[in-house]
Protein backbone atom coordinates (compact mmCIF):
# COMPACT_ATOMS: atom_id res chain seq x y z
CA UNK A 1 0.00 0.00 0.00
CA UNK A 2 1.14 3.47 -0.61
CA UNK A 3 -0.19 6.94 -0.35
CA UNK A 4 0.44 10.30 -1.82
CA UNK A 5 -0.85 13.78 -1.80
CA UNK A 6 -3.43 15.27 -3.69
CA UNK A 7 -4.58 18.94 -2.76
CA UNK A 8 -2.81 17.95 0.40
CA UNK A 9 -5.15 15.43 1.32
CA UNK A 10 -3.84 11.80 1.38
CA UNK A 11 -4.63 8.77 -1.29
CA UNK A 12 -4.19 5.61 -0.37
CA UNK A 13 -2.94 2.68 -3.03
CA UNK A 14 -1.67 -0.18 -4.45
CA UNK A 15 -0.14 -1.32 -7.27
CA UNK A 16 1.18 -4.69 -8.11
CA UNK A 17 1.64 -6.64 -11.61
CA UNK A 18 3.39 -6.01 -15.08
CA UNK A 19 1.73 -5.02 -18.37
CA UNK A 20 -1.67 -2.81 -19.50
CA UNK A 21 -2.42 -1.00 -16.10
CA UNK A 22 -5.94 -1.90 -14.83
CA UNK A 23 -7.35 0.83 -12.62
CA UNK A 24 -9.67 -0.39 -10.39
CA UNK A 25 -12.46 2.51 -8.41
CA UNK A 26 -14.77 1.18 -5.47
CA UNK A 27 -18.03 2.14 -4.96
CA UNK A 28 -19.66 4.57 -2.63
CA UNK A 29 -18.73 2.63 0.96
CA UNK A 30 -16.52 0.82 -0.12
CA UNK A 31 -12.94 0.88 -0.17
CA UNK A 32 -9.85 -0.75 -2.36
CA UNK A 33 -10.28 -3.49 -0.12
CA UNK A 34 -13.47 -4.91 -2.22
CA UNK A 35 -10.62 -5.53 -5.44
CA UNK A 36 -8.40 -7.79 -3.39
CA UNK A 37 -9.29 -11.15 -5.18
CA UNK A 38 -9.51 -9.09 -8.27
CA UNK A 39 -6.06 -7.62 -7.81
CA UNK A 40 -4.86 -11.24 -7.37
CA UNK A 41 -6.42 -12.66 -10.23
CA UNK A 42 -5.17 -9.78 -12.72
CA UNK A 43 -2.10 -8.97 -11.74
CA UNK A 44 -0.53 -12.45 -12.95
CA UNK A 45 -1.45 -10.66 -16.47
CA UNK A 46 -1.59 -6.79 -15.68
CA UNK A 47 -0.76 -3.93 -14.07
CA UNK A 48 -3.67 -3.53 -11.34
CA UNK A 49 -3.85 -0.26 -9.24
CA UNK A 50 -6.97 0.17 -6.71
CA UNK A 51 -7.41 3.18 -5.11
CA UNK A 52 -9.62 4.37 -2.39
CA UNK A 53 -11.68 7.56 -3.19
CA UNK A 54 -12.02 10.58 -1.05
CA UNK A 55 -13.08 9.95 2.08
CA UNK A 56 -12.77 6.16 1.98
CA UNK A 57 -10.53 3.57 3.21
CA UNK A 58 -7.04 5.10 3.80
CA UNK A 59 -7.52 8.13 1.92
CA UNK A 60 -8.37 11.06 3.68
CA UNK A 61 -11.57 14.26 3.32
CA UNK A 62 -10.83 16.52 0.95
CA UNK A 63 -13.66 19.19 1.80
CA UNK A 64 -17.63 19.40 2.77
CA UNK A 65 -18.68 18.16 -1.36
CA UNK A 66 -16.62 15.23 -3.10
CA UNK A 67 -17.16 15.69 -6.65
CA UNK A 68 -16.84 13.08 -9.34
CA UNK A 69 -14.27 15.48 -10.60
CA UNK A 70 -12.14 15.74 -7.40
CA UNK A 71 -11.79 11.98 -7.26
CA UNK A 72 -11.13 11.81 -11.00
CA UNK A 73 -8.02 14.46 -10.06
CA UNK A 74 -6.66 12.01 -7.00
CA UNK A 75 -7.00 8.75 -9.47
CA UNK A 76 -5.10 10.92 -12.66
CA UNK A 77 -2.51 12.16 -9.76
CA UNK A 78 -1.69 8.42 -9.16
CA UNK A 79 -1.50 7.80 -12.57
CA UNK A 80 1.34 10.71 -13.30
CA UNK A 81 3.05 9.71 -9.86
CA UNK A 82 3.35 5.83 -10.96
CA UNK A 83 4.59 7.10 -14.46
CA UNK A 84 1.38 5.42 -16.63
CA UNK A 85 -0.02 7.26 -19.73
CA UNK A 86 -2.89 4.78 -20.63
CA UNK A 87 -5.18 2.61 -18.90
CA UNK A 88 -8.57 0.45 -18.35
CA UNK A 89 -10.97 2.20 -16.08
CA UNK A 90 -13.16 -0.12 -14.20
CA UNK A 91 -15.40 1.35 -11.69
CA UNK A 92 -18.25 -0.09 -10.02
CA UNK A 93 -21.00 1.93 -8.76
CA UNK A 94 -19.68 5.72 -7.83
CA UNK A 95 -16.30 4.75 -8.92
CA UNK A 96 -18.37 4.15 -12.39
CA UNK A 97 -19.01 7.97 -12.06
CA UNK A 98 -15.89 8.67 -11.43
CA UNK A 99 -14.03 6.78 -14.40
CA UNK A 100 -16.67 9.10 -16.59
CA UNK A 101 -15.36 12.08 -14.94
CA UNK A 102 -11.65 10.66 -15.25
CA UNK A 103 -12.65 10.24 -19.48
CA UNK A 104 -13.58 13.57 -19.55
CA UNK A 105 -11.34 14.95 -17.81
CA UNK A 106 -8.19 12.81 -19.62
CA UNK A 107 -9.65 11.05 -22.49
CA UNK A 108 -5.78 10.19 -23.88
CA UNK A 109 -5.37 8.35 -21.00
CA UNK A 110 -8.10 5.88 -21.24
CA UNK A 111 -8.21 2.62 -23.46
CA UNK A 112 -11.21 1.27 -22.23
CA UNK A 113 -13.94 1.32 -18.94
CA UNK A 114 -16.11 -0.83 -17.66
CA UNK A 115 -19.53 0.75 -15.83
CA UNK A 116 -20.25 -1.91 -13.55
CA UNK A 117 -23.68 -1.77 -11.72
CA UNK A 118 -22.98 1.70 -12.79
CA UNK A 119 -24.85 4.81 -15.00
CA UNK A 120 -23.59 8.29 -16.90
CA UNK A 121 -26.73 9.55 -15.93
CA UNK A 122 -27.47 11.84 -13.56
CA UNK A 123 -29.12 11.68 -10.54
CA UNK A 124 -33.16 12.18 -11.02
CA UNK A 125 -34.74 14.97 -8.93
CA UNK A 126 -36.27 11.64 -7.10
CA UNK A 127 -32.93 10.54 -6.59
CA UNK A 128 -31.15 13.89 -5.33
CA UNK A 129 -33.94 14.37 -2.84
CA UNK A 130 -33.28 10.98 -1.94
CA UNK A 131 -29.38 11.42 -1.31
CA UNK A 132 -30.60 14.72 0.83
CA UNK A 133 -32.98 12.56 2.80
CA UNK A 134 -29.46 9.96 3.17
CA UNK A 135 -27.70 12.57 4.54
CA UNK A 136 -30.02 13.56 7.33
CA UNK A 137 -30.26 9.71 8.14
CA UNK A 138 -26.50 9.21 8.22
CA UNK A 139 -25.76 12.08 10.44
CA UNK A 140 -28.90 11.26 12.92
CA UNK A 141 -28.27 7.11 13.33
CA UNK A 142 -24.80 6.35 11.28
CA UNK A 143 -24.58 2.77 12.10
CA UNK A 144 -28.40 2.03 10.71
CA UNK A 145 -28.34 4.30 7.66
CA UNK A 146 -24.51 1.79 6.82
CA UNK A 147 -26.02 -1.34 7.50
CA UNK A 148 -29.44 -0.72 5.90
CA UNK A 149 -27.51 0.62 2.78
CA UNK A 150 -25.46 -2.69 2.54
CA UNK A 151 -28.19 -5.02 2.57
CA UNK A 152 -29.91 -2.93 0.10
CA UNK A 153 -27.51 -3.34 -2.63
CA UNK A 154 -28.17 -7.00 -2.56
CA UNK A 155 -30.72 -9.07 -4.89
CA UNK A 156 -33.51 -10.21 -2.02
CA UNK A 157 -32.71 -14.17 -3.08
CA UNK A 158 -28.98 -13.27 -2.28
CA UNK A 159 -29.01 -12.04 0.93
CA UNK A 160 -29.35 -15.26 2.99
CA UNK A 161 -27.07 -16.68 0.12
CA UNK A 162 -24.25 -14.58 0.77
CA UNK A 163 -24.63 -13.21 4.71
CA UNK A 164 -21.65 -13.69 5.35
CA UNK A 165 -20.00 -11.66 3.03
CA UNK A 166 -22.73 -8.80 3.42
CA UNK A 167 -21.44 -8.93 6.72
CA UNK A 168 -17.88 -8.49 6.15
CA UNK A 169 -18.89 -5.65 3.38
CA UNK A 170 -20.71 -3.80 6.17
CA UNK A 171 -17.65 -4.27 8.01
CA UNK A 172 -15.56 -2.25 5.72
CA UNK A 173 -18.78 0.47 5.51
CA UNK A 174 -18.29 0.92 8.80
CA UNK A 175 -14.79 2.34 9.12
CA UNK A 176 -16.29 4.91 6.58
CA UNK A 177 -15.99 8.59 8.30
CA UNK A 178 -18.98 10.33 8.06
CA UNK A 179 -17.89 13.49 6.41
CA UNK A 180 -16.56 10.84 3.62
CA UNK A 181 -20.38 9.66 3.25
CA UNK A 182 -21.75 12.95 3.54
CA UNK A 183 -19.32 14.60 1.16
CA UNK A 184 -19.62 11.55 -1.56
CA UNK A 185 -23.51 11.70 -1.27
CA UNK A 186 -23.53 15.50 -2.19
CA UNK A 187 -21.03 14.41 -5.20
CA UNK A 188 -22.98 12.12 -6.05
CA UNK A 189 -26.08 14.60 -6.05
CA UNK A 190 -24.14 17.17 -8.19
CA UNK A 191 -22.94 15.19 -10.71
CA UNK A 192 -22.84 15.74 -14.43
CA UNK A 193 -24.75 13.38 -16.92
CA UNK A 194 -22.44 11.69 -19.22
CA UNK A 195 -24.41 9.87 -21.26
CA UNK A 196 -22.87 11.61 -24.25
CA UNK A 197 -19.76 9.96 -23.74
CA UNK A 198 -20.91 7.26 -24.60
CA UNK A 199 -22.41 7.75 -27.99
CA UNK A 200 -19.24 9.67 -28.90
CA UNK A 201 -17.43 5.77 -29.23
CA UNK A 202 -13.97 7.32 -28.20
CA UNK A 203 -13.23 3.65 -26.73
CA UNK A 204 -14.83 0.28 -26.03
CA UNK A 205 -17.21 0.50 -22.94
CA UNK A 206 -18.72 -2.47 -21.11
CA UNK A 207 -21.88 -2.29 -18.95
CA UNK A 208 -22.04 -3.97 -16.24
CA UNK A 209 -26.09 -4.48 -15.29
CA UNK A 210 -28.15 -6.33 -12.38
CA UNK A 211 -31.65 -6.96 -13.46
CA UNK A 212 -32.60 -7.07 -10.14
CA UNK A 213 -30.45 -4.39 -8.72
CA UNK A 214 -32.45 -2.99 -6.03
CA UNK A 215 -30.29 0.75 -6.49
CA UNK A 216 -30.05 1.27 -10.04
CA UNK A 217 -33.18 0.80 -13.15
CA UNK A 218 -32.08 -2.02 -15.05
CA UNK A 219 -34.59 -1.05 -17.78
CA UNK A 220 -34.12 2.72 -17.43
CA UNK A 221 -30.14 2.18 -17.98
CA UNK A 222 -30.43 -0.09 -21.23
CA UNK A 223 -31.56 3.59 -22.67
CA UNK A 224 -28.24 5.18 -22.54
CA UNK A 225 -26.47 2.84 -24.56
CA UNK A 226 -28.95 2.67 -27.55
CA UNK A 227 -27.04 3.24 -30.77
CA UNK A 228 -23.39 3.28 -29.01
CA UNK A 229 -20.73 0.45 -29.76
CA UNK A 230 -20.63 -0.34 -25.80
CA UNK A 231 -21.31 -3.58 -24.78
CA UNK A 232 -23.60 -5.18 -22.50
CA UNK A 233 -23.63 -7.74 -19.54
CA UNK A 234 -26.52 -8.30 -18.06
CA UNK A 235 -26.83 -10.91 -14.43
CA UNK A 236 -30.10 -11.84 -13.10
CA UNK A 237 -28.85 -10.32 -9.22
CA UNK A 238 -28.22 -6.74 -7.55
CA UNK A 239 -26.09 -4.40 -7.69
CA UNK A 240 -22.71 -6.37 -6.36
CA UNK A 241 -21.94 -8.62 -9.54
CA UNK A 242 -18.36 -8.71 -8.09
CA UNK A 243 -19.85 -10.85 -5.19
CA UNK A 244 -23.12 -11.88 -6.77
CA UNK A 245 -21.62 -13.13 -9.83
CA UNK A 246 -17.74 -13.46 -8.75
CA UNK A 247 -16.67 -15.90 -11.08
CA UNK A 248 -18.66 -15.01 -14.01
CA UNK A 249 -17.19 -11.89 -13.87
CA UNK A 250 -13.78 -12.52 -14.04
CA UNK A 251 -14.50 -14.06 -16.74
CA UNK A 252 -16.20 -11.60 -18.86
CA UNK A 253 -13.94 -9.24 -17.60
CA UNK A 254 -11.02 -11.41 -18.73
CA UNK A 255 -12.01 -11.32 -22.25
CA UNK A 256 -13.24 -7.28 -22.39
CA UNK A 257 -9.16 -6.73 -21.07
CA UNK A 258 -7.62 -8.11 -23.85
Known sequence: MKNILYKNTKISFTDSGQGTAIVLLHGFLENKIM?????????????????????????????????????????NEVLEYLKIEKVIILGHSMGGYVALAFAELYPEKVLKIVLQNSTSKEDSADKKLNRTRAIKAVKQNYVSFVSLAIANLFSEN?????????EKVK??????????????????????????????NLFPVLLVLGKKDPVLNYEEN?????????ELVSFDDGHMSHIENKEELKTILSQFFE
Open 171 to 200: EQALKTPLQGIVASLEGMKVRKDRETLLHK
Open 35 to 75: WNEYADFFSEKYRVITIDLLGHGESDCLGYVHEMEDNAGAV
Open 158 to 166: NRTRLADEI
Open 222 to 230: LAQIEDTTA
